[in-house]
Structures are given as structure tokens and as C-alpha cells.
């Protein structure tokens, strides 16, 4: 079968409209026709003097003319065929539970990307650390956490601004494929493997992540991050698989993977031993999976 392609998004002002009806907690929800990095908007508004103070803020745009992924990267995006979006969230840890922010992030929006799709299809959806959402082992979404101080901020050593961005494929995974040399899925073959999935509206995908991220920070800030390593045990895309952990093509670290501690680090077991595996510019490559 073949995909049906989504339906051309909602004009901009009713996208937001119906994002801010869905989100009652979010103290301004925006979506706009172009911008250059819905992540670099947020943090330039929460840096500035002056401005909206409350907290979450939501904003989203059709296309972003230099959207950022991790280490760099450019997110590849056109109008239609990608949902990019950002969050911004007070947040109250300590500098060393901070790098934890990045794969709850994306523990948070795979839970939530499952609850749309039906449950013989769930495990279909995983994560792969740090933060990449997949779907069948292809990437189907990702993420960028980006931190900040801000306005009452500097007053309080524990309280930071996360900017939390996410760019979901709806269409053109077989283009992205193909230029990026490398697995790419879209919602729109979430869509044709699953009825559940084929109901869901631009408003429920970012709706749901908006909502899994603003619920999981509250529980983190209130009860820490010892739930961490079991919630992420059920979306797991890398359990019990050989990799090798890699910074600028070179390899420094290979062995299985199995789990994440409660600082959200990748634990990785080697021959000798189990070390944790650090967010920032590594990535991890999966090699063969354990017979």
C-alpha cells in the first residue's frame, strides 16, 4: 500500500487557535507562516527584558528557514510536510540534573506519540537515545534542548528556561531517505500502518507532546528523576543491542546497550564493565542486535 499523503496543514492563526484551546495551561501559544528557528525565537524572548514573564509558551511555524537539530545540525523542513515546534518551560534542578533534560524530552514525546496509535502497534514506537523518535527503527522525529537564564532566573540558582524543539515528519520520508542516506520515516506511514494514528490531527500530535513535556518537567521537579530508567525500559530502541558510541566519526566506546541511569546517561556494558555514556556530541549507532 501506499501511503496517503497528509492533508495540507491549517492556516497558521487557526492552528494556533485551536493549539491554545487544546492547551489551557500555556500562557501564549503562537504558530506563524516562516521564521528562522522557533528554538532561537524562544530563547531570544527569554533572554529579553521585556515581555510575556508566565510561562510555558508554545510556538510553531509552517517552515523554518534555519532550523537546528543536535550538534548542529540543519533540520531539513518544507510547509506541509513537517511539523516544527518549540516549548519554552520554567524548570527548578540543579546543574546535574540537567543533562537529563534531553532524553526525557524524548521518553516524553514517544509516550505520548504512542497514545495515538493503537496498542498492537505501540511497540512500534520507540526511542532512541538521547532523544530521536522512531518509528520500525526509522526516525520519525527530533528533538533539541536548549537552556537558558532568564528574567527572575538570575536570582535563583536552580531555576533555568528549557527551550525544548521538536520536528515531526509527516511527509517526504522517502526523500529524506534518500538525501540523508539513512532511515527516515513519516506520520503519514505511521498513518497507513495504524487506524488509530490515521485519525490524529496536527493539534492532537502537538497538543500531546506539549502536554507530555509540561506534565513530566512538574514530575521530575516535584519527585526527581528515579522513575526515569523504567519509563524508559518500555520505549527503548536500543536494549540489548551492540553499538558503538561515536564523536566525529571516531569510535570510542562499543559495547550492548541497557538502559539509562537516573541522570538520563546511556549505560553501556562492556566486557569489564557497565559505564554511562554522557548527552552532548556523541552519537550512538546501533550495530547488530544480540541473537
Not at 101 to 119: F, V
Amino acid at each position: 500500500m501506499i501511503a496517503t499523503p497528509p492533508q495540507p496543514l491549517p492556516d497558521p492563526s487557526h492552528l494556533a487557535a485551536d493549539l491554545a484551546a487544546a492547551l489551557p495551561a500555556f500562557k501564549q501559544v503562537q504558530w506563524v507562516q516562516t521564521t528562522d528557528s522557533t528554538n532561537g525565537d524562544l530563547l531570544a524572548m527569554a533572554r529579553a527584558d521585556r515581555g510575556p514573564q508566565a510561562r510555558p509558551w508554545l510556538l510553531g511555524a509552517h517552515l523554518q528557514e534555519r532550523g537546528r537539530g543536535r550538534a548542529g545540525r540543519r533540520w531539513q523542513n518544507r510547509p506541509g510536510a513537517n511539523l516544527m515546534f518549540s516549548c519554552a518551560f520554567d524548570v527548578f534542578l540543579s546543574p546535574r540534573q540537567l543533562p537529563a533534560l534531553s532524553p526525557l524530552a524524548g521518553l516524553a514525546a514517544c509516550e505520548a506519540l504512542r497514545e495515538l496509535i493503537t496498542p498492537e502497534q505501540r511497540l512500534h514506537m520507540a526511542m532512541k537515545w538521547p532523544n530521536d523518535v522512531q518509528w520500525k527503527r526509522a526516525k520519525l522525529a527530533g528533538i533539541l534542548v536548549e537552556l537558558t537564564r532568564a528574567g527572575t532566573s538570575r536570582l535563583s540558582n536552580d531555576h533555568y528556561v528549557a527551550i525544548i524543539g521538536m520536528g515531526v515528519n509527516l511527509d517526504d520520508a522517502r526523500a529524506l531517505s534518500q538525501s540523508l542516506n539513512r532511515q527516515i520515516a513519516d506520520w503519514a506511514e505511521v498513518a497507513r500502518d495504524d487506524p488509530g494514528a490515521a485519525t490524529a490531527t496536527p493539534v492532537d500530535l502537538v497538543s500531546r507532546i506539549a502536554m507530555a513535556w509540561y506534565d513530566s518537567l512538574n514530575q521530575v521537579t516535584a519527585h526527581g528523576f528515579d522513575a526515569i530508567p523504567e519509563r524508559y525500559a518500555h520505549v527503548d530502541a536500543l536494549a540489548g543491542q551492540h553499538i558503538n558510541v561515536l564523536d566525529d566519526g571516531r569510535i570510542l566506546q562499543a559495547g550492548i546497550a541497557c538502559g539509562v541511569n537516573t541522570f538520563g546517561q546511556l549505560m553501556l556494558r562492556t566486557p569489564s564493565e557497565e559505564i554511562p555514556i554522557s548527552i552532548g556530541e556523541i552519537s550512538v549507532r546501533p550495530q547488530t542486535a544480540l541473537p
